[in-house]
């Protein structure tokens, strides 16, 4: 891998010395690129308010955080509300919310969820044979997602405009009656409901609302990268793939 790096730069651009004892390598990134970000106060306590809602077990997801703290900040300037589609134990929007301050943001949060795990029945036959839905019910037996709606609602009570919606996407989005979304987060390891919840948000998008596909790029997750792209195609926009697995949609 270093000798790669190193070979790369030779013939690239010259010359180049590259400290390798400086270099990110978590959540399937290596990289020797600058990671000042991580020593910034406000994203070192957004990590750790999420961390906290994660019962204080560091995913090592530092650099998706940082995406997702710069996409949620630049959506603070577009009309709408915030959503989230899989929210788990809250740890992303649990980090955006400290990072933010979102007591004093004149916003909605929603925060959607079964808070019982996936829905087995939403997955399609190449996921089940990808064995996607094998993954989900060990998850379960495992206690890989969050059930305790008492704790999650505790971890959120620190923000009014916080709102714990319990109910499987996409059958809980009408009654929400959400109109204006300037930031929407989609993290719910299945294809269906999260092709089915861009759909549903894409018209209630603002102009300059930023869409955050948590494993947009991750290999083991093509059939929600590609549930995607036959949206992207059928509405016109493009998915920027992200080195931290994740995909960015700016709506125009
Ligand atoms: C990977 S976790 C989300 C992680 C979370 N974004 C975080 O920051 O830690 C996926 C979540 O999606 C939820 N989920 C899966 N399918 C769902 C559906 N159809 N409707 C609502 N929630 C769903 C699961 O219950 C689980 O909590």
């Given at each position: 891998?270093?000798?790669?790096?190193?070979?790369?730069?030779?013939?690239?651009?010259?010359?180049?010395?590259?400290?390798?004892?400086?270099?990110?390598?978590?959540?399937?990134?290596?990289?020797?690129?600058?990671?000042?970000?991580?020593?910034?106060?406000?994203?070192?306590?957004?990590?750790?308010?999420?961390?906290?809602?994660?019962?204080?077990?560091?995913?090592?997801?530092?650099?998706?955080?940082?995406?997702?703290?710069?996409?949620?900040?630049?959506?603070?300037?577009?009309?709408g509300?915030?959503v989230?589609?899989?929210?788990?134990?809250?740890?992303?929007?649990?980090?955006?919310?400290?990072?933010?301050?979102?007591?004093?943001?004149?916003?909605?949060?929603?925060?959607?969820?079964?808070?019982?795990?996936?829905?087995?029945?939403?997955?399609?036959?190449?996921?089940?044979?990808?064995?996607?839905?094998?993954?989900?019910?060990?998850?379960?037996?495992?206690?890989?997602?969050?059930?305790?709606?008492?704790?999650?609602?505790?971890?959120?009570?620190?923000?009014?405009?916080?709102?714990?919606?319990?109910?499987?996407?996409?059958?809980?989005?009408?009654?929400?009656?959400?109109?204006?979304v300037a930031?929407l987060?989609?993290?719910?390891?299945?294809?269906?409901?999260?092709?089915?919840?861009?759909?549903?948000f894409?018209?209630r998008l603002?102009?300059?609302a930023?869409?955050?596909?948590?494993?947009?790029?991750?290999?083991?997750?093509?059939?929600?990268?590609?549930?995607?792209?036959?949206?992207?195609?059928?509405?016109?926009?493009?998915?920027?793939?992200?080195?931290?697995?994740?995909?960015?949609?700016?709506?125009?």
């Amino acid at each position: 891998m270093i000798k790669t790096l190193i070979k790369k730069a030779l013939g690239h651009r010259g010359l180049m010395i590259i400290n390798t004892r400086r270099h990110y390598d978590e959540d399937g990134l290596f990289t020797v690129h600058n990671q000042h970000f991580r020593q910034h106060p406000v994203f070192k306590a957004a990590y750790q308010r999420g961390i906290e809602a994660n019962n204080n077990i560091d995913p090592h997801l530092e650099w998706r955080v940082h995406v997702a703290l710069w996409a949620a900040s630049s959506a603070l300037a577009v009309p709408g509300d915030f959503v989230e589609c899989g929210v788990n134990t809250g740890f992303l929007s649990s980090a955006i919310m400290g990072g933010l301050n979102w007591r004093n943001v004149a916003k909605r949060f929603y925060l959607l969820d079964t808070f019982a795990g996936p829905v087995l029945s939403q997955f399609s036959a190449e996921e089940i044979q990808r064995g996607r839905r094998k993954m989900a019910q060990d998850g379960m037996e495992t206690g890989a997602y969050e059930t305790s709606l008492a704790r999650v609602r505790a971890n959120f009570a620190e923000w009014p405009n916080a709102l714990v919606v319990p109910g499987a996407v996409p059958d809980s989005l009408p009654a929400l009656n959400i109109a204006s979304v300037a930031f929407l987060h989609i993290d719910m390891n299945c294809a269906y409901p999260e092709r089915a919840a861009l759909e549903y948000f894409w018209n209630r998008l603002s102009p300059g609302a930023l869409v955050l596909l948590d494993d947009y790029a991750y290999y083991g997750f093509e059939y929600q990268a590609d549930a995607i792209d036959a949206v992207a195609q059928s509405l016109g926009f493009n998915v920027l793939s992200l080195p931290t697995g994740q995909g960015l949609i700016v709506k125009r």
